[in-house]
């Protein structure tokens, strides 16, 4: 089965501005996520994995990522000793999930 010219045309033509849209919308989010990360990071705790309410919150359930200062959320832990004391106890009074970032509003108090 022989294509027309204009068929191959068009199909030619489609491809190449696919390319120049997937380039140009790559660029653009590279820009965005240099733009927020312009104004410096701070470590923020996140579920190492899903906690049901009442999971005790402990170091093996908890890992600290890199959050964009312009990103933290309010009520979010960046210290492991405010999280995470010695001898004190703190539950999920939620689900939480993974990656998400562990608020005080969805944990125990010390």
């Known amino acids: 089965m022989m294509m027309s010219r204009q068929t191959l045309i068009a199909l030619g033509g489609a491809i190449v501005l696919g390319i120049v849209a997937v380039f140009i919308a ?18 923020v705790a996140v ?16 890992r600290f990522v890199d959050y964009p200062n312009t990103s933290i959320p309010p009520g979010a832990f960046t210290d492991p000793q405010q999280l ?13 999930s993974l990656n998400e970032p562990i608020l ?4 125990s108090a010390q």
Request: proline content about 6%.
């Open 47 to 62: 579920a190492a994995a899903p906690l049901a309410f009442g999971t005790d919150i402990t170091p093996d359930k908890v």
């Open 84 to 96: 995470i004391a010695a001898g004190k106890r703190r539950v999920a009074l939620m689900p939480i």
């Open 26 to 43: 790559n660029s653009w989010l590279n820009r965005k996520q240099q733009q927020a990360y312009a104004g410096g990071t701070t470590r």
């Open 104 to 107: 005080k509003d969805k944990i």
